[in-house]
C-alpha cells in the first residue's frame, strides 16, 4: 500500500480495516492458527497504514464524528482481539502441558540406583557447553 494517504483514502483504509478486523473475529471464533495468523497479518498492514496516515494533519482534520467513533470502535475490537488471542494462548499451554507435563524427571542423574547417585555427587553433570 502506498504511504501517502488522502482523506477520501483513509476512509476506504477504515473499511477495509473493519472488514479485516471481522475476518480475525470469525477466525478466532474458529480456533483455526493458519486463518488466524493470515487474518491478523492482513489486519495489521492495513492498520499500519492507516496510523500513518493519521500523521498526516489533512488527514486527522478530515475525520468526522462518525469516522472517529468508527476508528475508536476499531480500536476497542483490537483490545478485544488481542485479549481473545491471550486467552487462547492460555488454553492450548495448559493443553499442551497435559499431554508433556513440565515437571518430568530428567533422564540422566534422576534415578534411585546407587550410580545415579555417585553422578550427583560428583558433579559430573553440572555444566554443559556447546
Known amino acids: 500500500m502506498q504511504a501517502s494517504v488522502t482523506a477520501p483514502r483513509f476512509q476506504e483504509l477504515l473499511a477495509l480495516a473493519e472488514e ?16 488466524i495468523a493470515v487474518a491478523s497479518s492482513e489486519l495489521q498492514q492495513v492498520v499500519q497504514v492507516m496510523s500513518a496516515s493519521l500523521q498526516k494533519a489533512a488527514v486527522r482534520a478530515s475525520l468526522d464524528g462518525p469516522s472517529a467513533q468508527r476508528l475508536r470502535r476499531l480500536g476497542q475490537e483490537l483490545v478485544q482481539q488481542r485479549e481473545a488471542c491471550l486467552r487462547r494462548s ?34 559430573a553433570f553440572k555444566l554443559i557447553s556447546a
Do not use: K, M, N
Not at 479485516?20 to 486463518?35: F, I, Q, T, V
Not at 488454553?91 to 534415578?111: C, E, F, N, Q, W
Open 20 to 35: 479485516r478486523s471481522r475476518c480475525l473475529s470469525e477466525a478466532l471464533l474458529a480456533g483455526e492458527a493458519d486463518p
Open 90 to 123: 492460555a488454553v492450548v499451554d495448559r493443553a499442551l502441558h497435559s499431554i508433556i507435563p513440565s515437571s518430568r524427571s530428567t533422564t540422566y542423574g534422576g534415578g534411585a540406583t546407587p550410580y545415579a547417585q555417585q553422578a550427583r555427587r560428583t558433579g
